[in-house]
């Protein structure tokens, strides 16, 4: 049974850092490619960042200097570092896997974990 489980996720103040995490169980982590996405109320799902199995991260315009996507293939999780946090940036975060085949957007599903920014 595949499990992706956030969490870190909380309320934060406009200009500060939380660390998301992981932990995924089930696949086979480290062939695949992890990544963030995020839903904001009343807008549809968008990538954040991905990281794939060699680690090569991409990153949406809008985070690229802001976050860091990482993973521990040793622990079976990969993390989101988001700093300057901007109101902008609240939403659920979910966490995503898909082998290296796959679109953007397939793969296995993390329950979200919701991150609230005040300004």
């Known amino acids: 049974q595949v499990q992706l489980v956030e969490s870190g996720g909380g309320l934060v103040q406009a200009g500060g850092s939380l660390t998301l995490s992981c932990l995924a169980s089930?696949?086979?982590?480290?062939?695949?490619?992890m990544g963030w996405y995020r839903q904001a109320l009343g807008k549809q799902r968008e990538l954040v960042a991905t990281i794939s199995s060699g680690g090569s991260t991409n990153y949406a315009n809008s985070v690229e200097g802001r976050f860091t996507i990482s993973r521990d293939n040793a622990k079976n999780t990969v993390y989101l570092q988001m700093n300057s946090l901007k109101s902008d940036d609240t939403a659920v975060y979910y966490c995503n896997a898909r082998l290296p085949f796959l679109a953007d957007g397939e793969g296995f599903w993390g329950q979200g974990t919701q991150v609230t920014v005040s300004s």
């Open positions: 089930g696949i086979s982590f480290n062939l695949n490619t």
